[in-house]
């Protein structure tokens, strides 16, 4: 899962303070875009789920939440598809 793998490491990078949040706002999308197939080869399922959460309800939100919002929304997300990971949430 090396593709998926690069998606939420990247989101972690962010997380922790190792990327601003211009650069994952810009970042992540491209990086979406040139995993994405491979990434729906890999785990279908987890593939969409990271599109939808860190993307459309992510991403997409950006222009509209401060710094500190867009990060704590980007955090909830990310933590929801470790619990799908972890079998703690369900789909």
């Known amino acids: 899962m090396k593709n998926i ?3 939420m490491d990247m989101t972690k990078s962010y997380l922790d303070g190792e990327m601003d949040t211009t650069s994952y706002w810009l970042d992540f ?3 979406l875009e040139v ?3 491979k990434a729906l080869r890999e785990d279908r399922e987890l593939a969409e789920l990271i599109y939808d959460c860190l993307f459309e309800d992510g991403i997409n939100l950006y222009n509209g939440l401060t710094d500190d ?3 704590a929304k980007i955090a909830q997300e990310y933590e929801y598809i470790n619990g ?3 079998g703690t949430d369900i789909l």
């Open 84 to 86: 799908v990971l972890k």
């Open 69 to 71: 919002e867009f990060k």
């Open 5 to 7: 793998e690069y998606l």
């Open 35 to 37: 995993r994405y197939k």
């Open 29 to 31: 999308p491209y990086q």
